[in-house]
């Protein structure tokens, strides 16, 4: 029985789980480069850049996932979220196109209800 010795390191799988990693630190780098929860804005004409005040973003995922201010909650937890701020204060609903309307019609029932009236949808310019 004759022992062979290894003189080379296969590299190939380590280079191929590099890769991978790479893709994922890439794809979570937007992200966090951007600082916003991707969501595919419905178009709109009227449009108005929005202020630099301070005001909270509630998001609406496709999947009906809502996010109040990068933070997953549901839609009972709002109530609890909401009430540390002032009845004038600038809430921007940022709405995927492809979410049931039937969830953003629950988020500006509740706002409404709770005397929330400075409201504005967040879109993209056509």
């Known amino acids: 029985m004759k022992i062979q010795k290894f003189d080379s390191i296969n590299v190939v799988p380590f280079i191929d789980i590099m890769l991978v990693l790479l893709v994922i630190v890439l794809t979570t780098a937007t992200f966090i480069a951007t600082g ?41 937890q709002i109530n609890f979220k909401i009430k540390s701020y002032k009845k004038s204060v600038a809430i921007n609903i940022n709405c995927d196109k492809n979410s049931r309307f039937d969830n953003f019609v629950k988020v500006i029932d509740l706002l409404k209800e709770k005397g929330y009236t400075n409201l504005g949808i967040i879109t993209k310019h056509e």
Do not use: A, R
């Not at 595919?40 to 630099?52: A, F, H």
């Open 36 to 76: 916003m929860i991707p969501v595919d804005l419905s178009e709109g004409k009227s449009s108005i850049k929005n202020n630099k005040q301070k005001s909270v973003v509630l998001t609406i995922k496709p999947d009906g996932t809502l996010f109040f201010n990068k933070e997953k909650i549901d839609l009972e």
